[in-house]
């Protein structure tokens, strides 16, 4: 399974940005996609997971009311629009493919992708 984030950039704060996710490969080997993130200095962070059977999604509490995750099963892509950024969620986006169903934990997936980069200035 390949993974390729895009759509990062700089944006200001309470501002949009939309970022997206194409997998491809051997798709059939991954029940969800996940976006986490990572901060200068901090560990990776899971900030939301969709399912692609069912679109049952899932969200970091930092980011409920704030992220929609999003499937298109024909396309194969996973989008996550931001939206009320703040400067707290400046970080490298990375999506990621997992076989479990605990989406929450980084470890539980088994492919990932280059991140892409998400700037919120104040």
């Known amino acids: 399974v390949q993974l390729q984030a895009s759509g990062g950039g700089l944006v200001q704060a309470g501002g949009s940005l939309r970022v997206s996710c194409t997998v491809s490969?051997?798709?059939?080997?991954?029940?969800?996609i996940g976006w986490f993130r990572q901060a200068p200095g901090k560990e990776r962070e899971f900030v939301a997971a969709?399912?692609?059977?069912?679109?049952?999604?899932y969200y970091a509490d930092s980011v409920k009311g704030r992220f929609t995750i999003s499937r298109d099963n024909a396309k194969n892509t996973v989008d996550l629009q931001m939206n009320s950024l703040k400067p707290e969620d400046t970080a490298v986006y990375s999506c990621a493919a997992t076989q479990s169903i605990y989406y929450y934990t980084e470890k539980n997936y088994n492919y990932w992708g280059p991140g892409t980069q998400v700037t919120v200035s104040s």
């Open positions: 969709i399912r692609w059977n069912s679109g049952s999604t």
């Open positions: 490969g051997r798709t059939y080997l991954s029940n969800a």
